[in-house]
């Protein structure tokens, strides 16, 4: 079993929708939980950390739960230029290096 | 710019020959990090340094890859002997060590394609 999983995609949407991405990883080792936004042919960039109560920055709100080992990342009022690939990384506690799952293609279309 | 730099961009060569990378990290940053990223797939880890210590080495980084942080700034990525599976981006990733909260910011990348 991969140690983080993602939905596969990809996911077409047309502007204005809302959209969900599920995440589960496998180590209950981990401790810190990110999304990363990664458009086509550059470097992924930090798209918000996840906390558990839940944290909301503009129209993304990205849901954490430690019992089941999922994360979630909704985004609200799609916009074209939320097109991009969206990467489920997870730290492990005492590690410094980042596990990414294979990512999540987004296409919003006119 | 003061992000994360890596040079260079992109790399085509034969197989059997070797080749190096270069990163530069945000200045300030103590730790950097080199993944490998294929088509399709998120980045995997191959090493980190903080300063000029190599801390940790993944099972992927095989005795044809070495890395050097000699200073504790900039770092070098070496394959040597190429084939043609190390085709894929090297990322290089740097980071301030925070006890509570530790971003790692991403370079460009360099895209090596082996004929």
């Known amino acids: 079993r991969k140690e983080v999983e993602q939905d596969p995609g990809p996911f077409n949407v047309p502007e204005g929708a809302t959209v969900a991405f599920n995440c589960t990883y496998s180590?209950?080792?981990?401790?810190?939980f990110f999304w990363y936004r990664q458009d086509c042919r550059k470097e992924p960039k930090l798209l918000m950390s996840?906390?558990?109560s839940g944290n909301e920055d503009g129209r993304f709100t990205a849901q954490l739960n430690r019992a089941s080992q999922y994360i979630s990342l909704l985004i609200r009022d799609s916009k074209l230029s939320d097109s991009a690939t969206y990467l489920c990384?997870?730290?492990?506690?005492?590690?410094?290096?980042?596990?990414f799952g294979k990512g999540t293609m987004l296409l919003v279309s006119p | 710019d003061t992000g994360v730099s890596q040079d260079p961009r992109h790399k085509i060569t034969k197989r059997g020959q070797n080749v190096t990378f270069r990163c530069d990290p945000i200045?300030?940053?103590?730790?950097l990090y080199w993944y490998r990223q294929t088509l399709g797939q998120g980045p995997e880890f191959l090493t980190y340094f903080q300063n000029e210590a190599q801390l940790e080495k993944s099972r992927l980084l095989s005795d044809r890859f070495s890395a050097e942080r000699p200073k504790g700034s900039f770092s070098t990525l070496e394959i040597q002997r190429t084939e043609q599976g190390d085709s894929a981006m090297y990322l290089c990733a740097s980071s301030l060590d925070r006890r509570r909260e530790e971003t790692q910011y991403f370079g460009p990348g360099t895209r090596l394609l082996v004929l």
């Open positions: 990384v997870v730290n492990r506690a005492g590690y410094s290096t980042l596990t």
């Open positions: 996840v906390y558990s």
């Open positions: 180590n209950s080792a981990s401790q810190s």
């Open positions: 200045s300030e940053h103590n730790r």
